[in-house]
């Protein structure tokens, strides 16, 4: 008597997070994806000390029995390299939203206009990039709408040595050198609705990625397009996560009192033993005093 060959198991990297159930892109062919569903009981750390939203995230390596052509469940997470996670909004309590995982770049996408460049969030996210491990990558977009060849608020974070990159995806400025830096690897791309990203990504990508909105007339601020993180696999191996646009980020894990140094012109000037109270309120001052505002501290 025959028995029956039992289910393969395969690894993949998870593409898309729904409620209950994933989508993984097998590592055997990029071309495949299976609908998973998760035992939440048995890949969750019931020890940890802060829970998550969601067992798994975009860009988790996993370990998928394949139930049939285009469906499976999941029965390992294997061990995160990084993460890029923030407390999840609308939650009580110590819950994270983990955003992305495994990644090599945290591209902070930014616009120089409709909507205004913002620099309290773009701060937020290379201070959360930085503590977590992770290259940042500054991208400010909409360069077509520069007022004059001194409109460049990135300079800042170029002096102090951010990768930043001036693009734009109406005339094509910057977008070569963006992928060249990228190429074959896995970034997640985050900002406010608004500045561009799957704009950015569909310029990078070369092909239909998702809807693009417009700017909202009444707000000046982007219309929500993207609404779960996706990540998408190029042909070569390159990996971009695209997420939907955040209006809070709030950091994590991040003391206060060692905040200063993700600053380094302030660092530097501690260092040298001035006192931070009586430095003058210059921009640098500014930025951190707003991360930390808008972490109620």
């Not at 939907?244 to 060692?258: S, Y």
């Amino acid at each position: 008597m025959m028995t029956q060959a039992s289910p393969p198991t395969l690894q993949g990297v998870v593409s898309e997070v729904f409620p209950r159930f994933c989508n993984v892109i097998l590592d055997q062919d990029p071309t495949k994806r299976l609908l998973c569903t998760y035992r939440r009981a048995q890949i969750i750390n019931k020890e940890a000390e802060w829970a998550e939203r969601s067992p798994v995230a975009p860009g988790d390596r996993v370990m998928v029995k394949v139930l049939g052509s285009k469906d499976g469940v999941i029965e390992e997470l294997l061990p995160r390299e990084n993460s890029i996670q923030r407390r999840a909004p609308g939650k009580e309590g110590k819950v994270l939203h983990t955003i992305a995982c495994n990644i090599d770049y945290v591209v902070a996408v930014a616009s120089l206009a409709e909507p205004q460049f913002s620099p309290g969030l773009v701060d937020r996210f290379l201070i959360a990039s930085q503590s977590a491990g992770i290259a940042p990558v500054l991208v400010i977009n909409k360069t077509d709408l520069a007022q004059g060849e001194n409109d460049t608020p990135w300079q800042l974070y170029r002096d102090l040595g951010i990768r930043c990159y001036p693009v734009s995806t109406v005339n094509g400025s910057g977008i070569e050198a963006l992928q060249t830096l990228l190429r074959g690897k896995t970034s997640v791309f985050c900002g406010h609705s608004g500045v561009g990203k799957t704009s950015l990504l569909h310029s990078l990508f070369g092909e239909f990625i998702g809807k693009i909105g417009a700017i909202s007339k009444a707000t000046g601020k982007g219309k929500h397009t993207t609404t779960v993180s996706t990540l998408i696999q190029a042909a070569n191996g390159t990996r971009f996560i695209d997420t939907p646009g955040i209006k809070e980020f709030g950091l994590f894990n991040v003391d206060p009192k060692e905040l200063i140094q993700y600053f380094p012109e302030i660092y530097q000037l501690q260092e040298q033993h001035l006192q931070y109270d009586h430095m003058p309120r210059y921009h640098s001052y500014e930025r951190i005093k707003a991360a930390l505002e808008d972490e109620g501290r």
